[in-house]
């Protein structure tokens, strides 16, 4: 889930979808003509994949998330309006799930797992000095807008507890020192590969429109498995174990 980022806080295609907004000066809390036009055009291919439109909703609200870096008035605006929906029915759903932000997002979106097993071996105390090192909190915004930190329930990588993602990429095997040199690294421009997949990280914004179903083209860079995942699959192989026949 990357594409090639910049500096700034925005990624280097600039004028490509997702990359910025404008809005109208006689209607605030509106997309200006230009941002208008580019996203009816990427909503009617997400509208067209489903029998009803308002099946759409829940991708939709990820293309305006990767408008504005979170999802803002005018994004619910734009989602009740091209779905004939009410605002209300919207801001319902948008307020429901934890991916939808309400405040902008850092470019990157550091995800710290909390849960049983990534706190047991160490993400807690993570998450503890990772705050302090950076100043902020859960859904908080560093002041350069780089990055913003979110305390997160599971990140479906027990094997390589503590877990850390980046903009839903993964960062495995974390320590705090490893995590505010990580974030230290990521304010500071210089790129960085995630443990597993894409080789570069893509800005939240492009992380939002992937997920609003308009691919990069790199869902298959790079491995996404790792060696404690495919340790049992070797040791299976290694003995001649099969599963029951059904």
Not at 35 to 58: F, H, Q, T, W
Not at 165 to 172: L, Q, R, S, Y
Request: aromatic fraction near 6%; charge should be negative.
């Amino acid at each position: 889930m990357s594409t090639s980022t910049g500096t700034g806080g925005e990624p280097s295609n600039a004028g490509a979808p997702g990359t910025g907004r404008q809005e109208s000066a006689a209607q605030p809390g509106t997309y200006g003509p230009e941002v208008r036009e580019r996203l009816e055009r990427d909503a009617k291919e997400i509208i067209g994949r489903y029998p009803r439109p308002r099946s759409a909703l829940l991708p939709l609200l990820h293309l305006v998330q990767s408008e504005d870096g979170y999802v803002s008035d005018a994004g619910h605006e734009f989602c009740a309006e091209i779905l004939g929906l009410s605002k209300a029915e919207v801001v319902g759903v948008s307020t429901f799930y934890t991916m939808y932000k309400r405040k902008p997002m850092g470019q990157y979106h550091v995800g710290v797992c909390i849960n049983t097993l990534c706190a047991v071996m160490g993400g807690d105390q993570i998450w503890d000095e990772l705050t302090e090192h950076t100043g902020v909190g859960h859904d908080e915004t560093t002041p350069d807008g780089k990055v913003s930190l979110e305390r997160l329930e599971c990140n479906a990588a027990c094997d390589f507890a503590p877990v850390m993602m980046v903009n839903w990429e993964f960062f495995d095997n974390q320590t705090p020192a490893s995590a505010k040199q990580l974030v230290d690294d990521l304010r500071d421009g210089k790129e960085i590969a995630p443990t597993r997949g894409p080789k570069r990280l893509c800005t939240f914004k492009e992380a939002s429109r992937v997920l609003a179903g308009l691919p990069d083209g790199l869902a298959g860079d790079g491995p996404s498995a790792g060696d404690s995942s495919l340790e049992g699959l070797r040791i299976a192989k290694a003995n001649g174990w099969k599963a029951p026949e059904a």
